[in-house]
T-cell receptor, first 109, second 113 residues
């Protein structure tokens, strides 16, 4: 079967760094997406990785290891507005997105 | 551009009632999707469309029907609502590239009593 695993909840301190991990098992693989979802709102796109390595975009970076079926999202200089759920989704062999349940990130002052 | 819009934002139904959720996008996207989101679970694909006049089943299609008569609109119908269909429904759209980003609407919160 197809499966995406990510932690249910994480807590971090304002100004710190946090890493949210995601492991995936899919039938075929065509890339991995990260989305941010604030409570009561729609998911919004953060990043897409298809090749191994780190992609940096401002305070957010995303890493992919295809051989390990693993990705992480790194958030630096955390701000209160980063409190949200972070959704990991893998693109399978049919180019359908398989979604994880999301990681709720709580930022404390 | 409004992006992706959904109507209504909230709705309460009684078991057995029917309703239609409307999704509209003004980005000229080819692909459109309907998902449901339940607590503790990932987004689950209900139905999708790869172009005007086409529809296909996703992971959880039972109890739902869809239509894509116009490119910009994607309708989701519930013929006979059940409490198990209580959920938040999201519509999304994207261009035609296989790895293009999906853009989501604000969601419809549906409660079936």
């Amino acid at each position: 079967g197809q499966n995406i695993d990510q932690p249910t909840e994480m807590t971090a301190t304002e100004g710190a760094i946090v890493q949210i991990n995601c492991t995936y098992q899919t039938s075929g693989f065509n890339g991995l997406f990260w989305y941010q979802q604030h409570a009561g709102e729609a998911p919004t796109f953060l990043s897409y990785n298809v090749l191994d390595g780190l992609e940096e975009k401002g305070r957010f970076s995303s890493f992919l290891s295809r051989s390990k079926g693993y990705s992480y999202l790194l958030l630096k200089e955390l701000q209160m507005k980063d409190s949200a759920s972070y959704l990991c989704a893998a693109l399978d062999s049919n180019y359908q997105l398989i979604w994880g349940a999301g990681t709720k990130l709580i930022i404390k002052p | 551009n409004a992006g992706v819009t959904q109507t209504p934002k909230f709705r309460v139904l009684k078991t057995g009632q029917s309703m239609t959720l409307l999704c509209a996008q003004d980005m000229n996207h080819e692909y459109m999707y309907w998902y449901r989101q339940d607590p503790g679970m990932g987004l689950r694909l209900i139905h999708y469309s790869v172009g005007e006049g086409t529809t296909a089943k996703g992971e959880v299609p039972d109890g739902y029907n869809v239509s894509r008569l116009k490119k910009q609109n994607f309708l989701l119908g519930l013929e006979s609502a059940a409490p198990s269909q209580t959920s938040v429904y999201f519509c999304a759209s994207k261009e035609s590239g296989p790895a293009d980003t999906q853009y989501f609407g604000p969601g419809t919160r549906l409660t079936v009593l």
